[in-house]
């Protein structure tokens, strides 16, 4: 079971031809021991950067410019790559990408496609027992293994994805956008089927751009907007005090039961990170802004969390 995690001042930057990218922006969290995570944020906010840079798959021209990840009070970051590979990379931490789902490749059979993951450790022996175990982990029956991608329904499919997540036993889950795409009850099982690996257990990182679902599995909730931190806290909290006018934003959107027309979303175009804000970065969308605002905004503490906004100073 994972003790903790600590991101600290976290910046991850893409060096492309057009300016540098402040995809993740000195972002700053922590999680206890048993505590899930849900990470919401508009596309483009920096969600799966920010947990590339957890399983250390950046692309060669994006960089980890400062900031420290410690699991288990392990800082991961100083770790030579062929450690990180050996003991972290899958093992401890692992990863369902964003639209991994899609991105199976059509000519393996399932088999095949968990068998590339597993053959890199020492697990090769063991390979088809592990296998069907995993897939019965995640409720599919291990004919499965005989079958290819455009045999299975989408719902499937996320659910190998899962499988092979879950190869190597890792203790932190990171889910990236795992429902979008599903149609609504393929996503409440894919939701069902990670609360009971919690329940068993494991942390889990849940990356969503929909605050809905993650009532569902997360104890702590990070708010991103625009490469920061607007927001962290218990989710409970965020649920019925969101503080930061972006997290009140995403609240009021979140489809109430009955039918209730979506809410206004936040409205405009994505912020530049290659050239943010100055200030608060939410300002130029923000119904509360001040003169001050165009000065970088305090971390203000709250319950368990904290609130990056001048209205709290
Ligand atoms: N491979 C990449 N090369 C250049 N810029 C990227 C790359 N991936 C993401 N970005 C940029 O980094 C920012 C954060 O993106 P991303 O982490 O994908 O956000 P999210 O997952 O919240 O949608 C965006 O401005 C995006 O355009
Ligand atoms: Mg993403």
């Known amino acids: 079971?994972?003790?903790s995690l600590l991101v600290d001042n976290l910046k991850t930057y893409y060096f492309t031809n057009s300016g540098v990218v402040r995809a993740?922006?000195?972002v700053t969290f922590e999680l206890k021991k048993g505590e899930s995570l849900g990470l919401a944020g508009e596309s483009g906010s920096g969600k799966s950067t920010l947990a590339l840079s957890i399983m250390r798959i950046l692309p060669s021209f994006a960089?980890?410019?400062s900031g420290r990840i410690l699991l288990d009070s392990i800082d991961i970051l100083s770790i030579s790559e062929k450690d990180f590979n050996k003991s972290f990379r899958w093992k401890k931490i692992s990863m369902i990408f964003q639209g991994a789902m899609n991105a199976?490749?059509?000519?393996?059979?399932?088999?095949?496609?968990l068998y590339e993951i597993l053959k890199y450790h020492n697990y090769k022996d063991r390979f088809e027992d592990r296998a069907k175990e995993v897939l019965e982990e995640v409720e599919l029956e291990s004919s499965v293994l005989n079958r290819y991608p455009h045999e299975l329904s989408g719902g499937m499919?996320?659910?190998?994805v899962i499988a092979s997540s879950l190869l190597l036993k890792p203790n932190l889950l990171i889910a990236d956008e795992p429902t979008t795409a599903l149609d609504v009850l393929v996503q409440a099982e894919i939701i069902n089927l990670l609360k009971?690996?919690?329940?068993e257990g494991m942390s889990i990182m849940l990356i969503t751009h929909d605050l809905a679902i993650i009532s569902e599995i997360a104890e702590k909730i990070c708010i991103m907007y625009a490469g920061e931190i607007a927001e962290f806290g218990r989710a409970k909290d965020i649920y019925t005090k969101p503080m930061h006018p972006y997290t009140q934003a995403l609240?009021?959107?979140?489809p109430r039961l009955r039918g209730e027309k979506k809410l206004s979303y936040i409205k405009g175009s994505q912020p530049n990170l290659i050239e943010p804000l100055e200030g608060c970065r939410f300002r130029d969308k923000c119904p509360y802004v001040m003169d001050v605002c165009k000065k970088t905004p305090p971390l203000i503490k709250s319950n368990d969390g904290y609130v990056r906004c001048w209205l709290y100073k």
């Open 63 to 65: 960089k980890i410019v």
């Open 104 to 113: 199976l490749d059509p000519v393996y059979n399932i088999r095949d496609q």
């Open 1 to 3: 079971m994972m003790q």
């Open 24 to 26: 993740v922006d000195g």
């Open 196 to 199: 009971r690996l919690k329940r």
């Open 251 to 254: 609240i009021k959107a979140i």
């Open 157 to 160: 499919k996320q659910r190998v």
